[in-house]
């Protein structure tokens, strides 16, 4: 078992608390049958991948990418960038990097930056590798405000109120907790490159079989994707509650 980034460094009074999610997407990526199926889809002879983590949150799986990217890909020449929502978030991921020293250059990739943006918006289109996103999931009746105005006014509001705000962006996913979720994958065709993977997590409530089918069937746009689950938190009270699944073309 790979060894799991610290976080003892940071407060997470404005960002996810890496929790069971997290560590099921470390677990999957790092399992034999994806580091298996990373280095046959990405070998060393082919260019270097980009990998894009969109919510990084505490940052905890993207220094984790960084420190084995050996181990993962079977090839240390990974660029990595993330995105997230929240500038708290945007500081923290490249503070988690910097407080896990990787191992030689030789078999650690290179961390390149996070951005403060909504999912993968800067990007050129079709330039990502390899998507991660953690999504927030968790069905509700609304979506907190992302707008420029709510948030350049969040620093008038009290401690509790702006702490509340952004822990509720982390988990507030709308109706059946896919509103997020479906954004990024309308725009899926356009994000990711000929040879690009998304890694997707989602909930029991999110109705994952019938998103795959939505994806295989060109529901998300004119891209018949190739979907299969490849992690699963497993069973409680007969109900699969996280899983992992891998979208590609």
Request: proline share 8%.
């Amino acid at each position: 078992m790979l060894p799991t980034p610290t976080t003892a460094h940071l407060t997470f009074s404005h960002i996810y608390t890496p929790s069971e999610d997290t560590y099921l997407l470390l677990d999957t990526l790092s399992s034999p049958s994806q580091t298996t199926f990373l280095s046959q889809h990405f070998p060393s002879s082919t260019p270097t991948p980009l990998v894009l983590e969109i919510g990084s949150g505490s940052g905890i799986i993207t220094s984790f990418i960084t420190s084995h990217a050996l181990t993962i890909f079977s090839r240390a020449d990974l660029l990595l960038l993330t995105t997230d929502i929240s500038h708290h978030a945007s500081l923290a991921t490249p503070s988690t990097v910097l407080h896990n020293p990787t191992p030689p250059s030789s078999s650690s990739g290179l961390f390149l930056d996070s951005l403060t943006t909504d999912l993968s918006s800067p990007m050129r289109q079709g330039v990502v590798d390899v998507l991660i996103f953690n999504p927030p999931y968790v069905p509700t009746d609304t979506l907190p405000s992302t707008s420029p105005t709510t948030l350049s006014t969040l620093s008038t509001r009290s401690c509790f109120e702006e702490e509340s705000y952004y822990l509720e962006l982390t988990y507030a996913g709308g109706e059946d907790g896919m509103e997020t979720t479906n954004r990024l994958l309308e725009g899926l065709d356009e994000a990711l490159s000929p040879r690009g993977v998304l890694y997707l997590l989602l909930c029991a409530q999110n109705r994952p079989e019938q998103v795959a089918e939505r994806l295989r069937a060109g529901g998300y746009g004119k891209t018949l994707w190739k979907v299969e689950k490849v992690g699963s938190s497993g069973l409680r009270a007969g109900w699969e509650v996280l899983s992992i699944w891998r979208v590609w073309r």
